[in-house]
T-cell receptor
Framework: QQQVKQSPQSLIVQKGGISIINCAYE??????FPWYQQFPGKGPALLIAIRPDVSEKKEGRFTISFNKSAKQFSLHIMDSQPGDSATYFCAAPADYMIKAAGNKLTFGGGTRVLVKP | TAGITQAPTSQILAAGRSMTLRCTQDMRHNAMYWYRQDLGLGLRLIHY???????GKGEVPDGYSVSRANTDDFPLTLASAVPSQTSVYFC?????????????FGPGTRLLVL
């Protein structure tokens, strides 16, 4: 069964700093690695995702990098803002599902990010 | 549009009682999912449905059942609640069950089983 290990569990960063969250996976049915952002009292929402044909994807201040040989991927939040304070989850396709079963994700344990003003 | 609605928002339930958590989406999405969220464990898939009329087991299905009678509704039932089912439950949907589809989450139901 797929395990996705996410670190750190929590992170405190000053405004303007860089937040870095790392994830490692064991096996995947296919290469697709989304990151979800969750604010307190809300459901998670897709933040950014990377597909296998690229090793890095950038959207605004958020960047995903992907190392297939090491089975690792990470999220960098540049110029962190107080509004980025949230819990972040990485995810990978669940390998206990055959590919035909489609979009089943295994999530990491989450990282609570606090950006201090 | 409302997206995904869940009810109730929160509930305290006595152990041994049954309960149904409701989930409704107005996006006409084919696939729906139920997750539980526990601190440090992230989101774990309980059950899923790729399309109306079909369901499947996720990572932690024991003690839960689901049905998918139509496209919009995907209720989750706890037949006989136990304290270990204390959690926050999220319903989600995606346009299809295909690879790389974005999942859209509801606001969650907080359940405390005593």
């Amino acid at each position: 069964q797929q395990q996705v290990k996410q670190s750190p569990q929590s992170l405190i960063v000053q405004k303007g700093g860089i937040s870095i969250i790392n994830c490692a996976y064991e096996n995947t049915a296919f290469d697709y690695f989304p990151w979800y952002q969750q604010f307190p009292g809300k459901g998670p929402a897709l933040l950014i995702a990377i597909r296998p044909d690229v090793s890095e994807k950038k959207e605004g201040r958020f960047t995903i990098s992907f190392n297939k040989s090491a089975k690792q991927f990470s999220l960098h939040i540049m110029d962190s803002q107080p509004g980025d304070s949230a819990t972040y989850f990485c995810a990978a396709p669940a390998d206990y599902m055959i590919k035909a079963a489609g979009n089943k994700l295994t999530f990491g344990g989450g990282t609570r990010v606090l950006v201090k003003p | 549009t409302a997206g995904i609605t869940q009810a109730p928002t929160s509930q305290i339930l006595a152990a041994g009682r049954s309960m149904t958590l409701r989930c409704t989406q107005d996006m006409r999405h084919n696939a729906m999912y139920w997750y539980r969220q526990d601190l440090g464990l992230g989101l774990r898939l309980i059950h899923y449905s790729n399309t109306a009329g079909t369901t499947g087991k996720g990572e932690v299905p024991d003690g839960y059942s689901v049905s998918r009678a139509n496209t919009d509704d995907f209720p989750l039932t706890l037949a006989s609640a136990v304290p270990s089912q204390t959690s926050v439950y999220f319903c989600a949907s995606s346009e299809s069950a295909g690879d790389q589809e974005t999942q859209y989450f509801g606001p969650g139901t907080r359940l405390l089983v005593l």
